[in-house]
């Protein structure tokens, strides 16, 4: 699915990634935690991150995080829209 990377110092990334729990949890370094960004979006951050003194990322959080869309049960990767979205308001 695609999502959204970012990583602290770093430009945000569109990526390709399996939608199962352990490639999630490789890509944000730790158990994942979620928080709805808006209604359609989600964030996936290391839910532990701040305990384990990761580095100040964007929006108060730490450590990389991905975000990816509501899919209701699971998620889904993003529409052109929500990336365009992303880009333009909230890097």
């Known amino acids: 699915m695609r999502a959204m990377k970012y990583e602290p110092g770093k430009p945000a990334e569109l990526i390709d990634i399996e939608n199962e729990l352990k490639p999630l949890q490789d890509a944000v370094g730790g158990y994942i935690e979620t928080v709805h960004l808006t209604s359609e979006l989600i964030i996936i951050a290391d839910e532990e ?43």
């Open 49 to 91: 991150g701040l305990l384990k003194g990761k580095t100040p990322n964007r929006w108060g959080l730490v450590g990389t995080f991905l975000v990816v869309g509501d899919g209701g049960e699971e998620f889904r990767g993003l529409t052109d829209t929500e990336v365009d979205f992303l880009k333009r308001r909230v890097l």
